[in-house]
């Protein structure tokens, strides 16, 4: 029989022994540093929170319901995904909000703005489609095939398709940043938000807004470029001279 040394068998044992858990951080033992910690923490959450703070402030007096908002000629319905090449749930909502605003002569032309980064993806069409099915005419809808996000979307309507003031339709939990953004980007701004069950998918994304509250805030001081700009576009003052 094969006998190992002891010091072999010891260098065995030490292969063989479970590696030991990563130590976690030890808490300050004194009351100063117990104190200076929960201070740290406090002033990290007043941080995070500034940015949703400033949003909510400055949206306040422009957000509307579909039967008080302001007579404006453009609304701008902002892309909230699709499923199976349909608008989903919260986008059909949005639309349906342009919608009524429409037949009830609060706007003209609606603007709208979504993702078509791919050939298989297309939200401004769907979102067309579906308004023409909802009553709206074809000729006064208005397509923004690079609204890829809120600032891009904001932007280009300034730039791109000249809109000066508009409607914004959105969910609640948007609703605020995106009024807060498209003034930034100059169009004067008047908000709906639409109401929807309160489902996983509301709650995720009213959590997202406060992450998404610090890039607008960084979006609205630095006011970069969009993804892409391109040359202007005259297709909202047309579907406006047609009426």
Known sequence: MLHLSRRARAGGARWLRRPRPPRLPRLPRTRTGRRRLVQAGMAACVLALLPA???????DGRLHTTADVPRTEVAVVF????????????????LDAAAELYRAGRIEVVLVTGDNSREDYDEPDAMRAYLTRHGVPDTRIVSDYAGFDTWDSCVRAKKIFGVDRAVLISQGFHIRRAVTLCRAAGVSSYGVGVDDRHDLTWYYGGTREILAAGKAALDAVFRPDPHFLGPREPGVRRALDRG
Do not use: M, V
């Open 53 to 59: 703070t400033w949003l909510r402030l400055a949206a």
């Open 79 to 94: 892309g909230a995904g699709l499923w199976d090449g349909e608008p989903s749930p919260y986008l059909a909502h949005r």
